[in-house]
């Protein structure tokens, strides 16, 4: 079992900058790929980024890519996203979710999911 705890999502006005983290606790941290999706009102999950196991692959969604920067820190078991140039449409529910696999952005080869963190950004 694993537990993830999203922190950092505020309110920002267009053009500012966030850094989301998530704690993992339970399994062994570095075993797993971990990722970002978000959700808006009315809308399914959207992928964001994953980054794979040993923290060398990532990947991002097009909308977000050369903006948001995924890292983690497998000694302190914390996967980070840092989001720069916001948008108003970045407005969502952001949820950390761990797999055991490879990187994915199929929400469903995540087995493990945060509570999420609520980001707005005001225009």
């Known amino acids: 079992q694993v537990q993830l705890v999203e922190s950092g999502g505020g309110l920002v006005q267009a053009g500012g900058s966030l850094r989301l983290s998530c704690a993992a606790s339970?399994?062994?941290?570095?075993?797993?790929?971990k990722a970002w999706f978000r959700q808006a009102p009315g809308t399914g999950r959207e992928f964001v980024a994953t980054i794979s196991r040993s923290g060398l692959s990532t990947y991002y969604a097009d909308s977000v890519k050369g903006r948001f920067t995924i890292s983690r820190d497998n000694a302190k078991n914390t996967v980070y996203l840092q989001m720069n140039s916001l948008k108003p449409e970045d407005t969502a529910v952001y949820y950390c979710?761990?797999?055991?696999?490879?990187?994915?952005?199929?929400?469903?080869?995540?087995?493990?999911w945060g509570q999420g963190t609520q980001v707005t950004v005001s225009s």
């Open positions: 339970g399994r062994t941290f570095s075993n797993y790929a």
């Open positions: 979710a761990a797999s055991p696999g490879y990187g994915d952005r199929r929400s469903t080869m995540y087995d493990y």
